[in-house]
């Protein structure tokens, strides 16, 4: 499990291989993150956003990384402890989901309360 600072962003994106082509050689790959913090709640959703559409298909043994992504800043006044992050990852043309998830501490770092 890795640790945050409290006040120090992070980022969480999706790298990815491969995806199915449509007629004109383009992928449609979206994705949704939900993150709840210590105490269960959600602390974040977001709506569809971009991992990669309308764009060729990487070439092939090639690593991508997600268009777009989702940046955290646990605040002073939020909770220490455990978030979860979680992405569903949908390939639109292939139908397919993965479901993936990380987990991390939030705790007060050098000098902050």
Same mark, same amino acid.
């Given at each position: 499990?890795?640790?945050?600072?409290?006040? #120090?962003? &992070?980022?969480?994106?999706?790298?990815?291989?491969? !995806?199915?082509?449509?007629?004109?050689?383009? !992928?449609?790959?979206?994705?949704?993150?939900?993150?709840?913090?210590?105490?269960? $709640?959600? @602390?974040?959703?977001?709506?569809?956003?971009?991992?990669?559409?309308?764009?060729?298909?990487?070439?092939? #043994?090639? &690593?991508?990384?997600?268009?777009? @992504?989702?940046? &955290?800043?646990?605040?002073? #006044?939020?909770?220490?402890?455990? @978030?979860?992050?979680?992405?569903?990852?949908?390939?639109?043309?292939? $139908?397919?989901?993965?479901?993936?998830?990380?987990?991390?501490?939030?705790?007060? $770092?050098? $000098?902050?309360?």
């Amino acid at each position: 499990m890795d640790e945050v600072s409290i006040n #120090h962003p &992070i980022s969480s994106f999706v790298l990815f291989g491969g !995806c199915q082509q449509d007629a004109n050689g383009n !992928c449609n790959v979206t994705m949704r993150f939900k993150v709840t913090q210590p105490d269960g $709640g959600v @602390y974040a959703e977001t709506p569809e956003m971009e991992v990669w559409k309308g764009r060729p298909a990487p070439p092939e #043994h090639a &690593i991508e990384a997600s268009v777009d @992504y989702l940046k &955290i800043v646990v605040e002073p #006044h939020e909770q220490r402890g455990a @978030y979860v992050v979680m992405v569903t990852v949908t390939d639109q043309t292939a $139908g397919t989901v993965l479901e993936l998830k990380k987990q991390f501490t939030a705790k007060d $770092g050098a $000098g902050e309360t």
